[in-house]
């Protein structure tokens, strides 16, 4: 009898700290910035991509509002996961088209990796803004795990 009782508190136990996050919410957000000679013969020394993770506590304490953000949700299955993907390529590709970089925040919030892509738009004037969009709508466009919404309040506010 003791012996199973032992046998439990070491199994909850090892449950428990198995489910222990590692991840420290008061870590500044890591900035990414790649730049590849391969894909940049130019070598101007501009990144090619440039985004931040945040935690839910620094969204809180950015902007009330964003020009774009893009959603990858779940419906109990996890996200698509080809999305995250298709939104990366299709920044790097407008980098490349447009020797623009465009800056996006990826703040996760949910369990089954639902996470918001932030985009101020500061980079861009009104029409490269909505240049951007349209061509991010018609690159999503059929996939029902990604939400685009424009002008949209942060949820972490």
């Given at each position: 009898?003791?012996?199973?009782?032992?046998?439990?508190?070491?199994?909850?136990?090892?449950?428990?700290s198995?489910?222990?996050?590692?991840?420290?919410?008061?870590e500044?957000?890591?900035?990414?910035?790649t730049?590849?000679?391969?894909?940049?013969?130019?070598?101007?020394?501009?990144?090619l991509?440039?985004?931040e993770?945040?935690?839910?506590?620094?969204?809180?304490?950015?902007?009330?509002?964003?020009?774009?953000?893009?959603?990858?949700?779940?419906?109990?299955?996890?996200?698509?996961?080809?999305?995250?993907?298709i939104?990366?390529t299709?920044?790097y590709?407008?980098?490349?088209?447009?020797?623009?970089?465009?800056?996006?925040?990826?703040?996760?919030?949910?369990?089954?990796?639902?996470?918001?892509?932030?985009?101020?738009?500061?980079?861009?004037?009104?029409?490269e803004?909505?240049?951007?969009?349209e061509?991010?709508?018609?690159?999503?466009?059929?996939?029902?795990?990604?939400?685009?919404?424009e002008?949209?309040?942060?949820?972490?506010?």
């Amino acid at each position: 009898m003791k012996t199973i009782k032992i046998i439990g508190i070491i199994s909850f136990a090892l449950t428990v700290s198995a489910c222990k996050s590692s991840k420290n919410s008061n870590e500044t957000p890591a900035k990414i910035e790649t730049e590849s000679v391969e894909t940049n013969p130019t070598n101007t020394g501009k990144p090619l991509v440039s985004m931040e993770y945040w935690t839910r506590e620094q969204a809180q304490a950015g902007p009330d509002t964003f020009r774009l953000v893009v959603s990858f949700i779940s419906f109990g299955a996890g996200t698509d996961p080809e999305s995250k993907t298709i939104l990366e390529t299709y920044v790097y590709d407008y980098k490349l088209k447009n020797n623009k970089v465009v800056s996006y925040y990826m703040i996760p919030w949910g369990r089954e990796g639902e996470v918001d892509c932030c985009f101020l738009l500061d980079e861009l004037n009104a029409s490269e803004q909505n240049y951007f969009i349209e061509g991010l709508k018609k690159v999503i466009q059929g996939r029902e795990l990604i939400q685009i919404n424009e002008n949209m309040k942060s949820r972490f506010k």
